[in-house]
């Protein structure tokens, strides 16, 4: 079936440099991704979404890339911080949102 | 602050319980959702209710049964459930469904559900 997936569960970065999350998508039908951030304790936050006639979006600190070619989604955080240390899913819509498992991110001092 | 509340956020409850699930979105959306949060698993969507009508129901088990009495409110009725059920339960809600969900959702911080 369909599934949209990370390639790591668990992603570990020094504070200040940058953190790259990657995210695979299989439909190639998707026309709509978005960013989640989930912090201990909470619901997933939305970050940062992108549509597929994109192929890079900006936010703060945050970069979205999407390449249609190879079906690839990534998130790039800049100069990570402590409070950058959560999970991060991915999820692409076509007729319904699929996400992905989530990759934690783990910031080390 | 996301305009989602979920109450209760913590509950334990056993087999033989009945207990229900409370979600309020204070944002004016039309659609609401309940996903299902389990260990290692990706988001589960279990119910979408769009304009108080149930729009979707992914095979989810009759224990655990949707109510929306209205475009601001969203209940889980949980019953007879087991100890696999035990899970953060996350209401979300989208300005719109049509049919694909596209935009954005605005989830609350989740009911963690102990099934014993």
Same mark, same amino acid.
């Given at each position: 079936g369909e599934s949209v997936g990370l390639h790591l569960p668990?992603?570990?970065v020094q504070e200040g440099?940058?953190? %790259? %999350?990657?995210?695979?998508?299989?439909n190639s039908a998707s026309d709509y991704f978005i960013w989640y951030k989930q912090e201990s304790g909470k619901g997933p936050q939305f970050i940062i979404d992108i549509r597929s006639n994109m192929d890079k979006r900006q936010g703060q600190r945050?970069?979205?890339?999407?390449?249609?070619?190879?079906?690839?989604?990534?998130?790039? %955080?800049?100069a990570t911080q402590p409070g950058d240390s959560a999970v991060y899913f991915c999820a692409e819509t076509y007729d319904k949102i699929i996400f992905g498992k989530g990759t934690r991110l783990h910031i080390l001092p | 602050e996301t305009g989602v509340t979920q109450t209760p956020r913590h509950l334990v409850m056993g087999m033989?319980?009945?207990k229900s699930l409370k979600c309020e979105q204070h944002l004016g959306h039309n659609a609401?959702?309940?996903?299902?949060?389990?260990?290692?698993?990706?988001?589960e969507l279990m119910f979408v209710y769009s304009?108080?009508?149930?729009?979707?129901?992914n095979s989810v088990p009759s224990r655990f049964s949707p109510e929306c009495p209205n475009s601001?409110?969203?209940?889980l009725h949980l019953h007879t459930l087991q100890p696999e059920d035990s899970a953060l339960y996350l209401c979300a809600s989208s300005q719109d469904w049509r049919g694909g969900g596209t935009g954005e959702l605005f989830f609350g911080e989740g009911s963690r559900l102990t099934v014993l």
């Open positions: 668990t992603l570990s440099d940058n953190s %790259i %999350i990657n995210c695979a998508y299989s945050v970069t979205v890339l999407l390449n249609k070619t190879v079906k690839h989604l990534s998130l790039q %955080i800049a | 033989t319980n009945k609401m959702y309940w996903y299902k949060q389990s260990a290692k698993k990706p988001l304009l108080e009508e149930r729009v979707e129901n601001s409110h969203l209940f």
